[in-house]
Nanobody
Framework: QVQLVESGGGLVQAGGSLKLSCAGSGRTFSNYAIGWFRQAPGKEREFVAGMSRNGDSTRYSDSVKGRFTISRDNAKSTAYLQMNNLTPDDTAVYYC??????????????????WGQGTQVTVSS
């Protein structure tokens, strides 16, 4: 079993930045691709960014490309999502997830094996 804990969410004004963290435990973190997803009220959970297990491949949704950056530190079993130039449309609960053994990044929720509990990001206008 793998446990994931997100942190770093909060309230920020439009144009501001936040950095989310996702700390993993219970399995070898480097065996998993990482995905960040978000879910706004009344909407489906959507893919935001992902990184392959070796870090060679990254993928972003069109809505965050150029503003968000995903990274990982396997020695610390932690992934990060740096979010810049935030807008009210980025308001959502953000989740990290792990996809076992992947050297590619998949974007569907059903592809991921483990999920964190989520952290709220609220962007005010």
């Amino acid at each position: 079993q793998v446990q994931l804990v997100e942190s770093g969410g909060g309230l920020v004004q439009a144009g501001g930045s936040l950095k989310l963290s996702c700390a993993g435990s219970g399995r070898t973190f480097s065996n998993y691709a990482i995905g960040w997803f978000r879910q706004a009220p009344g909407k489906e959970r959507e893919f935001v960014a992902g990184m392959s297990r070796n870090g060679d491949s990254t993928r972003y949704s069109d809505s965050v490309k150029g503003r968000f950056t995903i990274s990982r530190d396997n020695a610390k079993s932690t992934a990060y999502l740096q979010m810049n130039n935030l807008t009210p449309d980025d308001t959502a609960v953000y989740y990290c997830a792990l996809d076992f053994g992947r050297l590619i990044v998949r974007t569907t929720t059903t592809s991921y094996d483990y999920w964190g509990q989520g952290t709220q990001v609220t962007v005010s206008s």
